[in-house]
T-cell receptor, first 111, second 114 residues
Framework: DGGITQSPKYLFRKEGQNVTLSCEQN?????MYWYRQDPGQGLRLIYY???????QKGDIAEGYSVSREKKESFPLTVTSAQKNPTAFYLC??????????FGPGTRLTVL | AQSVAQPEDQVNVAEGNPLTVKCTYS??????LFWYVQYPNRGLQFLLK??????LVKGSYGFEAEFNKSQTSFHLKKPSALVSDSALYFC????????????FGAGTRLFVKA
């Protein structure tokens, strides 16, 4: 997982609560990504950012928000609008078109 | 639109036997192809990639993959499987459209039996 950290490892959310997942990289990569992983469904792209202060919606952006104020950081907020947020969340970074480097993941559970 | 298919949810092999995990793709333009491995409750780890050059690509831990343009396939192979190879394997594809957005397959679970 070298070079990318995600925190916390486990996160519990109450109904109606917003929570923020942290992602930091020290690889000097321009591009960063957030994926959601559900059993049997592989990885689905939530948001991605190719450069600081710019980001694009992925395939399942509804109920999520991001910011990219620094090259090293790409936090993801899971809002109360996301009705089924229980999943494993993975952050990654890369220098396109090369391989992505993944963090260790955050497991979010709704109480 | 880009897509990736991993037709097998699970592959079972005996230790010491060769293994193959299948992947086919669809993309406009030249594909960039990747294999990743995931162990339980961990992030994905990069194994190998094809961007250009030789169709046979060698990667980490003795894995290799062959790019076949006519069959639009990028199967992952290893001559002799180890029990420690048991994990979840993902194939991924991107292209020089839309900022190299990467599409991942659904994953294939590999079980290597001692």
């Amino acid at each position: 997982d070298g070079g990318i950290t995600q925190s916390p490892k486990y996160l519990f959310r109450k109904e109606g609560q917003n929570v923020t997942l942290s992602c930091e990289q020290n690889l000097n990569h321009d591009a960063m990504y957030w994926y959601r992983q559900d059993p049997g469904q592989g990885l689905r792209l939530i948001y991605y950012s190719q450069i600081v202060n710019d980001f694009q919606k992925g395939d399942i952006a509804e109920g999520y928000s991001v910011s990219r104020e620094k090259k090293e950081s790409f936090p993801l907020t899971v809002t109360s609008a996301q009705k089924n947020p229980t999943a494993f969340y993975l952050c990654a970074s890369s220098i396109p078109p090369n391989e992505q480097f993944f963090g260790p993941g955050t497991r979010l559970t709704v109480l | 639109a880009q897509s990736v298919a991993q037709p097998e949810d699970q592959v079972n092999v005996a230790e010491g036997n060769p293994l193959t995990v299948k992947c086919t793709y669809s993309v406009s333009g030249n594909p960039y192809l990747f294999w990743y491995v995931q162990y339980p409750n961990r992030g994905l780890q990069f194994l190998l990639k094809y961007i250009t050059g030789d169709n046979l690509v060698k990667g980490s831990y003795g894995f290799e993959a062959e790019f076949n343009k006519s069959q639009t396939s990028f199967h992952l192979k290893k001559p002799s499987a180890l029990v420690s190879d048991s994990a979840l394997y993902f194939c991924a594809v991107s292209a020089n459209t839309g900022g190299f957005k990467t599409i991942f397959g659904a994953g294939t679970r590999l079980f290597v039996k001692a």
